[in-house]
């Protein structure tokens, strides 16, 4: 079964960093795109960038470019969140996504297109 497991948030300063961790199992994470997703209380999810299967990035949100990055170890079918100079703002639920159906190689900003989704990991950023 199809199933993605999010892990590597927790608690940490402003200007710190985290590095989010996107683990599939049951399906091949590099011949999709993977999006990262965060949903702050009272807010609605917000998209915030993607890798498509060839490793092409895709922003969704100003607020993060120049900040967080993302990346894929094949080898470990696993897709990262590089979060770096965290703020309060930044403190929400963090997930990834992805549909691992034939095609779904480019990224795109609409998350109702993501049929997979990870559990979640909690990030706090204190100020």
């Known amino acids: 079964q199809a199933q993605l497991v999010e892990s590597g948030g927790g608690l940490v300063q402003s200007g710190g960093s985290l590095r989010l961790s996107c683990a599939a199992s049951g399906f091949t994470l590099d011949y999709y795109a993977i999006g990262w997703f965060r949903q702050a209380p009272g807010k609605e999810r917000e998209g915030l960038l993607c890798i498509s299967s060839s490793d092409g990035s895709t922003y969704y949100t100003d607020s993060v470019k120049g900040r967080f990055t993302i990346s894929r170890d094949n080898a470990k079918n696993t897709v990262y969140l590089q979060m770096n100079s965290l703020q309060p703002e930044d403190t929400a639920v963090y997930y990834c996504?992805?549909?691992?159906?034939?095609?779904?190689?480019?990224?795109?900003?609409?998350?109702?297109?993501?049929?997979?989704w990870g559990q979640g990991t909690q990030v706090t950023v204190s100020s």
């Open positions: 996504a992805t549909k691992p159906m034939r095609g779904f190689r480019l990224c795109v900003s609409d998350s109702s297109e993501y049929d997979y």
